[in-house]
């Protein structure tokens, strides 16, 4: 079972669950830094991190949701469903350990976390209030037919990303609005692989439009 870091609720007793998925390389701690940011905008959301499910297999620490050895487009696909069980099991593990209902939950990912989210969250059979991709890419986008529901989306990306082009969310965001999703995007010109203050924004307020909508 996975497990990671936690944070809050703010105040009172939990009301949501927002589940942080971390990039390649990196573990929980590296995302868990965002709740008290989200927090003013969610104060009874409970926050984990968890660490992804295997070793990083290109350096001797971290973590990764699966392996980048293989990047062809059928063995990525392969290695998000394996990934997606695994965050879906801790997801219902998370809501049932804090009394919330099948839905009281979103899924916010950065980078490779971003990319698992994205794979996850449409399959599962209650789908999130909400899904967050920050600097990702939808791996299997021929499949998005597949899916089982059309949790609303946003897109956060850094134009300058060296690491994962901005074009990969451009191209999710178009294949997701093809399919039937919700999307909602940012983009932000100088920004590099990593999350600014104008998506953490951005965040919380799509959180709290998508707590608040049902």
Do not use: N
């Not at 968890?50 to 297999?57: G, I, N, T």
């Not at 290695?79 to 049932?96: C, H, T, V, Y």
């Not at 967050?132 to 989306?153: D, K, M, Y």
Request: aromatic residues 8%; glycine residues 10%.
């Amino acid at each position: 079972m996975l497990d990671g870091p936690r944070w809050g609720p703010k105040q009172g007793p939990a009301e949501q669950l927002v589940v942080l998925c971390h990039g390649v390389g990196a573990d929980g701690h590296d995302l868990i830094d965002l709740a008290p940011w989200w927090a003013a905008a969610l104060p009874q959301a409970a926050f984990v991190a968890p660490d992804a499910p295997e070793p990083y297999d290109a350096a001797p620490m971290g973590r990764q949701w699966f392996t980048l050895w293989d990047r062809a487009p059928a063995q990525l696909a392969a290695g998000a469903d394996a990934a997606s069980l695994r965050l879906g099991a801790f997801i219902d593990a998370e809501l049932a350990r804090l009394h919330l209902p099948d839905d009281a939950y979103a899924l916010m990912g950065f980078s490779q976390g971003a990319m698992t989210v994205l794979h996850a969250g449409p399959r599962r059979a209650v789908p999130p209030r909400a899904i967050l991709a920050f600097s990702g890419a939808l791996l299997a986008p021929g499949s998005l037919a597949e899916t089982v529901s059309r949790p609303p989306v946003l897109l956060a990306h850094g134009e300058a990303d060296a690491v994962v082009p901005a074009a990969r969310s451009r191209e999710a965001e178009q294949a997701l609005r093809d399919a039937g999703f919700a999307v909602e995007s940012v983009y932000s010109p100088r920004l590099g692989h990593g999350i600014d203050e104008a998506g953490l924004s951005t965040g919380a307020m799509f959180l709290q439009r998508a707590f608040a909508a049902r």
